[in-house]
């Protein structure tokens, strides 16, 4: 059964209220497009470098306004909602860069922690390391829908094939990478790994992104991507600014990928063994 998938791409800010109201307004004009799941990127909530002034706003699941209002969109929409990710304070004192879908009813029907923490030095200078806010996820769902198998990721995950393999090895037709790519990382990898993680699977790949500069003084790539089973770009958006983008998906083409190409059934185990190279009087044995 085919559907209408669409991605949403913001620029969030500091303020939770104005990015919830800002969610509220492109996922509102997404539905009015057909769009009957719909998904946000990568910390819809808030992006804010400022650690002290970040902890100040968070709340926990049961009080927090992105999972309150994504809730309320869902029901008054008649869609799956998915909010990307936001940060959810944690008992501990850490942060979770979590992710939620919720059904038509509003329910939630899946959490997602996202697994791979950004802990990295680029060549202009930016260095990150999520991992000293964030308590990383461990476990991957493949969620069962009225209308596509569904996996779960978020952001630097994409850099993780055997996350996304896993997931299709156990059924999911569509997998989902919310994200706020930094614009130097973007501009090198962000469509290719996209693409790489649609074709080497055989899934649909729909990945809301962060686009533009933020109040926090950092830039995002942006270029919200919907991708199909063979690495066909289905709808793309530009580098900054708000977008809505929306593409049919036929699970049905995730089949004909698979028989066209089965890498999934043609995959074999094997052993990895390292040996000594070149040595002085010939070739190790």
Same mark, same amino acid.
């Given at each position: 059964?085919?559907?209408?998938?669409?991605?949403?791409?913001?620029?969030?800010?500091?303020?939770?209220?104005?990015?919830?109201?800002?969610?509220?307004?492109?996922?509102?004009?997404?539905?009015?497009?057909?769009?009957?799941?719909?998904?946000?990127?990568?910390?819809?909530?808030?992006?804010?470098?400022?650690?002290?002034?970040?902890?100040?706003?968070?709340?926990?699941?049961?009080? !927090?306004?992105?999972? =309150?209002?994504?809730?309320?969109?869902?029901?008054?929409?008649?869609?799956?909602?998915?909010?990307?990710?936001?940060?959810?304070?944690?008992?501990?004192? =850490?942060?979770?860069?979590?992710?939620?879908?919720?059904?038509?009813?509003?329910?939630?029907?899946?959490?997602?922690?996202?697994?791979?923490?950004?802990?990295?030095?680029? !060549?202009?200078?930016?260095?990150?390391?999520?991992?000293?806010?964030?308590?990383?996820?461990?476990?991957?769902?493949?969620?069962?829908?009225?209308?596509?198998?569904?996996?779960?990721?978020?952001?630097?995950?994409?850099?993780?094939?055997?996350?996304?393999?896993?997931?299709?090895?156990?059924?999911?037709?569509?997998?989902?990478?919310?994200?706020?790519?930094?614009?130097?990382?973007?501009?090198?990898?962000?469509?290719?790994?996209?693409?790489?993680?649609?074709?080497?699977?055989?899934?649909?790949?729909?990945?809301?992104?962060?686009?533009?500069?933020?109040?926090?003084?950092?830039?995002?790539?942006?270029?919200?991507?919907?991708?199909?089973?063979?690495?066909?770009?289905?709808?793309?958006?530009?580098?900054?600014?708000?977008?809505?983008?929306?593409?049919?998906?036929?699970?049905?083409?995730?089949?004909?990928?698979?028989?066209?190409?089965?890498?999934?059934?043609?995959?074999?185990?094997?052993?990895?063994?390292?040996?000594?190279?070149?040595?002085?009087?010939?070739?190790?044995?």
């Amino acid at each position: 059964m085919s559907f209408k998938a669409a991605a949403v791409q913001m620029c969030s800010g500091v303020d939770p209220v104005k990015n919830a109201a800002a969610m509220a307004r492109l996922v509102r004009e997404a539905a009015a497009q057909g769009a009957t799941y719909v998904q946000t990127p990568e910390m819809t909530g808030m992006l804010q470098r400022d650690r002290p002034a970040a902890h100040a706003v968070l709340a926990d699941e049961t009080d !927090d306004i992105i999972v =309150k209002t994504g809730s309320e969109l869902a029901v008054e929409l008649g869609i799956h909602m998915h909010v990307g990710s936001t940060a959810i304070a944690l008992a501990d004192g =850490k942060i979770a860069n979590r992710g939620f879908l919720f059904g038509p009813d509003g329910r939630i029907l899946n959490r997602y922690d996202k697994i791979h923490m950004f802990d990295v030095d680029l !060549d202009n200078g930016e260095s990150w390391r999520e991992s000293a806010a964030y308590t990383a996820g461990s476990e991957a769902r493949v969620l069962s829908l009225p209308f596509a198998e569904m996996g779960f990721t978020i952001c630097y995950d994409v850099r993780f094939p055997a996350l996304f393999r896993a997931q299709a090895v156990a059924g999911a037709e569509v997998m989902t990478v919310p994200a706020a790519f930094t614009k130097q990382t973007g501009e090198a990898h962000w469509e290719i790994l996209l693409r790489a993680r649609a074709i080497e699977n055989g899934v649909f790949v729909i990945a809301a992104a962060q686009a533009g500069r933020h109040e926090d003084g950092r830039e995002t790539f942006g270029h919200s991507m919907i991708i199909d089973p063979w690495g066909t770009v289905l709808a793309s958006a530009g580098a900054t600014g708000e977008a809505v983008i929306v593409a049919e998906i036929d699970p049905g083409a995730v089949k004909v990928a698979h028989n066209k190409i089965p890498n999934l059934r043609n995959g074999r185990e094997f052993s990895v063994e390292k040996i000594a190279g070149a040595v002085a009087g010939g070739v190790a044995a």
